[in-house]
T-cell receptor, first 110, second 116 residues
Framework: GGIITQTPKFLIGQEGQKLTLKCQQN?????MYWYRQDSGKGLRLIYY???????QKGDLSEGYDASREKKSSFSLTVTSAQKNEMAVFLC?????????FGEGSRLIVV | GDSVTQTEGQVTVSESKSLIINCTYS????????LFWYVRYPGEGLQLLLK?????QKGSSRGFEATYNKETTSFHLQKASVQESDSAVYYC?????????????FGTGTSLLVDP
């Protein structure tokens, strides 16, 4: 089977800093996603990509950039970290109608 | 836009008792979206528990069941007898499908604690 690897597991940054989260998948899936998980708010879609070099905005894209330079990797950048952005970020890839998720990266802004 | 509502944020059930976790949905573009339950066990990533893509059908996995009820727009998760190992966070989700990305909309999650 395949795996989704998110790095780092914990990312600590200062307010106003630009911070990047990375995601790698070895499923060879075309479509990848970044979701943000806040306590009590479920998962909200930030960006997704249906193929290499494609980027599509989700409901929560403001304040974020994404990059899909290779089929296997999808990175997410917080352009200017804010304290209210502390959350868990989940990366996923898709085959058919099933999403496979990584274990998540927790962002801490000090 | 689409929405998924889970009314219980946290549920505590004694081992061997029955469970129901409520989920209702609203889809804006199609009448019958695909419906899912995902689960996050402690220390693990979010994973698919079960799915139903045809209205009126039932899905099942690991002793859990959910029926796609198009009349009440509900997809409640049930189990007849829970075990301590079922303690996890459960998310209901829907997708309108389509070729452009197949986005999922998730509910807020229900944390299940099973008392031994």
């Amino acid at each position: 089977g395949g795996i989704i690897t998110q790095t780092p597991k914990f990312l600590i940054g200062q307010e106003g800093q630009k911070l990047t989260l990375k995601c790698q998948q070895n499923f060879n899936h075309d479509t990848m996603y970044w979701y943000r998980q806040d306590s009590g708010k479920g998962l909200r879609l930030i960006y997704y990509s249906i193929t290499e070099n494609d980027l599509q905005k989700g409901d929560l894209s403001e304040g974020y950039d994404a990059s899909r330079e290779k089929k296997s990797s999808f990175s997410l950048t917080v352009t200017s970290a804010q304290k209210n952005e502390m959350a868990v970020f989940l990366c996923a890839s898709r085959t058919g109608n099933t999403l496979y998720f990584g274990e998540g990266s927790r962002l801490i802004v000090v | 836009g689409d929405s998924v509502t889970q009314t219980e944020g946290q549920v505590t059930v004694s081992e061997s008792k029955s469970l129901i976790i409520n989920c209702t949905y609203s889809a804006t573009s199609i009448a019958y979206p695909n419906l899912f339950w995902y689960v996050r066990y402690p220390g693990e990533g979010l994973q698919l528990l079960l799915k139903v893509i045809t209205a009126g059908q039932k899905g099942s996995s690991r002793g859990f069941e959910a029926t796609y009820n198009k009349e009440t727009t509900s997809f409640h998760l049930q189990k007849a007898s829970v075990q301590e190992s079922d303690s996890a966070v459960y998310y209901c989700a829907l997708s309108e499908g389509g070729n452009m990305g197949y986005k999922l909309t998730f509910g807020t999650g229900t944390s299940l604690l099973v008392d031994p």
